[in-house]
């Protein structure tokens, strides 16, 4: 700020009394806001189904019949797998039969657009993969790398918000 210019001073004057009343602009009322229409979604239609509002999107992504369909037949599998012996004669086998229930309860709930399922699909996928994962470790058979990278993809496409948009 230079102090021989006569703006500069007259806002410092400003800026030292905050109590000063007289200004030398005069005071002018704010312009009224204008109405903003509401957005209007163009591509609307296409990403919905006919005749549905927003926000009710109806019906099942041909995804989410598949993912269904594949955990059920491999919590079908585990569960027999199970009853045969395979997982060993202790608790290990009592707990995979009874997580391979729970997939088995979650597939049939998120068959018919429950968020319960939705959730217990999820949480089958995201264990499976984990398992998967850790007996990989252990074991280094390939098909269980695979099997468990399917697991983390078929997760993370349950976590899309398309999928969540159409769960009751």
């Known amino acids: 700020m230079n102090p021989a210019d006569p703006q500069s001073a007259r806002s410092l004057s400003r800026s030292v009394d905050p109590d000063s009343v007289t200004r030398d602009e005069p005071t002018q009322a704010a312009p009224p806001k204008a109405e903003i229409p509401a957005a209007q979604d163009t591509g609307f239609s296409s990403r919905h189904l006919p005749g549905t509002p927003a926000g009710e999107l109806k ?4 995804g989410m019949a598949f993912i269904a369909l594949y955990l059920l ?8 797998a199970a009853v045969r012996g395979v997982y060993g004669a202790g608790l290990a086998r009592y707990g995979i039969f009874i997580l391979c229930t729970l997939m088995v309860i979650g597939v049939l709930g998120f068959l018919r657009l429950r968020r319960w ?34 697991s ?3 997760f993370l496409y349950l976590s899309r918000t398309e999928v969540r948009e159409r769960l009751q």
């Open 152 to 154: 983390i993809v078929f």
């Open 117 to 150: 399922g939705w959730s217990l699909v999820t949480a089958g996928f995201l264990l499976l993969a984990a398992g998967d994962f850790y007996f990989y470790s252990r074991r280094h058979i390939g098909f269980l790398l695979i099997r468990g990278l399917f």
């Open 59 to 62: 019906g099942m992504l041909p």
């Open 73 to 80: 037949l491999l919590a079908a599998l585990n569960a027999v």
